[in-house]
């Protein structure tokens, strides 16, 4: 027997094993696996500013970190570290990263110059903020959102130049329910008007409120902002870069004028920013806005946000839009039981999520 043939013989007599299949190397050989690392080691971080894809965080050091409770942080509480800037991980996709969000933090987070870490993970949101850019803006279904993890929302309007805008606070006001955020109204410029009424037309809600004059203290509102995350908003030119500055003098935060002939603002702050107070807690500066979309809120959502209100629907009809004629809550406004105006602000919220204008 030719040695070719014994050696096919002894083959044919044993078994295959896997060292007898050869496998082609190259692309495909390693199999795909969606287990992702743990990340173990990753650092917390603030998210305090967002730039183009850059996010810039706060890492407290590790001293720091031993001596607080992650509790104690996430109420607004200071922090000491320094400041690393980052880029998403490509593992969290299309997950969106907001000024506020706390995320943990691998690669060079050392903070120095010319360095860049990676964010692998955003931690679980306590509120978010959200608007659309305008009350048509729902064709994507997507909502905007403004800022995370804030507990307070201040609405900062002018008493005058330029006049109030009642349906614009109505909307926020809406909006920071939706978010389960406490409101707060901020009055300036009273040394140009009285705040009595503006006031007054809040009072049926409990909304609370500070009044500020130009040149005046700020200790009403310091009260109001000391130990939590406050997000500042308003439409341009009421002040709030300048009451900003004042609570916090190193923020630089640029200002305006209004404008004589349209008694609007100009956009000054293009981005949001966390800014850390002297005596402890967090505001988080945004831009002006001159719109604040509801149509990624529903229409229950936003009678929610009138409360004095709400009573008087109990008569309404099924499906009942409270746009119509047969919305019961015309006689119960005729009946005194609420403030005219309210219902007024209500309808034309309702109305503006369907494209109507809601100029003031």
């Known amino acids: 027997m030719e040695r070719g043939q014994i050696e096919a013989e002894k083959l044919r007599k044993r078994e295959y094993d896997e060292d007898d299949v050869r496998v082609r190397p190259g692309k495909g050989s390693r199999p795909r696996t969606r287990i992702r690392p743990a990340h173990e080691d990753a650092v917390e971080g603030f998210v305090v500013a967002v730039d183009r894809g850059r996010y810039t965080c706060l890492v407290e050091s590790a001293g720091e970190k031993g001596r607080r409770r992650k509790k104690d ?129 809040y009072a049926p809600l409990g ?17 109001r902002l000391a130990g939590r995350t406050s997000v500042l908003v308003g439409h341009s030119g009421v002040g709030k870069s300048t009451l900003v500055n004042a609570l916090v003098p190193d923020a630089n935060r640029a200002v305006s004028h209004v404008n004589a002939v349209t008694g609007r603002g100009r956009h000054t702050s293009t981005s949001a920013v966390a800014l850390e107070l002297p005596d402890g807690g967090w505001i988080i500066d945004t831009p002006g806005v001159r719109s604040f979309g509801l149509a990624h809120i529903s229409v229950e959502t936003v009678l929610a946000g009138f409360p004095d ?52």
């Open 207 to 223: 909304v609370p409120y500070v009044v500020l004059q130009k040149g005046g203290t700020l200790e009403s509102v310091r009260e």
């Open 309 to 360: 209100l709400v009573e008087g629907t109990v008569e309404c009809p099924k499906g009942c839009n409270h746009l119509g004629e047969e919305c019961a809550l015309d006689a119960w406004v005729a009946a005194g039981h609420a403030d005219p105006t309210r219902l007024v602000s209500l309808r034309r919220l309702l109305a503006s999520r369907e494209g109507a204008p809601d100029d003031d």
């Open 73 to 201: 942080r996430a109420d607004g509480a200071a922090m000491n570290g320094r400041i690393v800037v980052a880029m998403k991980a490509r593992e969290l996709g299309r997950k969106g990263i907001v000024v506020g969000d706390r995320v943990a933090l691998v690669g060079d987070v050392s903070g120095t110059s010319d360095t860049l870490a990676r964010v692998v993970r955003v931690e679980p949101r306590t509120s978010m903020l959200r608007r659309s850019a305008d009350d048509t803006d729902n064709t994507d279904g997507i909502e905007r959102p403004v800022v995370a993890n804030a507990d307070q929302l201040v609405i900062v309007t002018a008493l005058a130049d330029p006049q109030p805008r009642p349906r614009m606070i109505d909307r926020m006001l809406v909006a920071a329910f939706d978010a389960d955020i406490e409101p707060m109204l901020c009055l300036t410029k009273s040394d140009l008007a009285p705040p009595d009424e503006l006031v007054s037309l």
